[in-house]
């Protein structure tokens, strides 16, 4: 039920939440209303707060914390609350306005510290990129897709020449920084629909999704003239080695799609180094 109602509200759009949570203050209001001052309805406004608050930030949870307490102090006065002062009354205003604002605050603080856990478990530590257990998740999900829409779909497995040199002989954090602008030249290069991950140590793996052969050759050219003219500022002896492969029909295996392009790129740095090979599948079927 609660992943249905997620799907729901993640569907709805955050424009499409904040004027759900504005109906359901009118709504509360007018209920506050006409039951009277003394059934007590103040409370249940902090559903459309955590609600808007979660889905669409904390500006606008705080906005409709404001305008819950003044739907509930206008229906109370309304229904002919009556008090035998009337400060009291905004008193009660103010005190509900800094309770419900300090739980927004909170529930917002709440699914920031659940987003940061998030990515730290979908990222790799050091490069900021997808890690192995995400890339293979998110390929799953993209296989599905290329075969219901039927398009072709890449796959490169890049691996750093020399690297091994570097940390021996400058030292592991100069090997990290490597790591780090390979990473960073990359990103910057890629599609936002692509998948670009550190899949361990030296080695990186990159999904194209509705990418032919031409278009994998035209981005792989891109990625390897960016980084190693990144590499010649630092003079690395670091180059790429990488195997692609296109796959008009993808196999349901990620398993087997990952092995295949490991051995391809296995196949480049046994050929000589610096050197990306490309072939392209047909049927999908390895």
Known sequence: MSRRLNHFFLRLGKGGVFSFSILL???LGWLDYITGFEVSFSYFYLLPISLVTWYVG???GLFIT?????SWLGSNWLAGEVYTSEWIRYFNAGVRLAVFSMIASLFYQLKTAIESERALARTDYLTGVFNRREFTEQLELEIKRANRFAYPV???YIDLDNFKQVNDVYGHSVGDEHLKLIAASVSVI???TDLFARLGGDEFGLF???????????TLEKIERAVLHELRRLNSPVTLSAGVITFNCPPKSVDLMLKEADALMYNAKQAGKK????IE????NL
Do not use: C, F
């Open 58 to 60: 904390i500006r606008s």
């Open 154 to 156: 890449s796959l490169a």
């Open 190 to 192: 890629i599609r936002k």
């Open 281 to 284: 599948i047909i049927e999908g």
């Open 275 to 278: 050197k990306i090979l490309y």
């Open 25 to 27: 203050v009118v709504l």
């Open 208 to 218: 194209l999704p509705n990418v032919d052969q031409r278009g994998a050759k035209i």
């Open 66 to 70: 404001g305008l819950g307490v003044l």
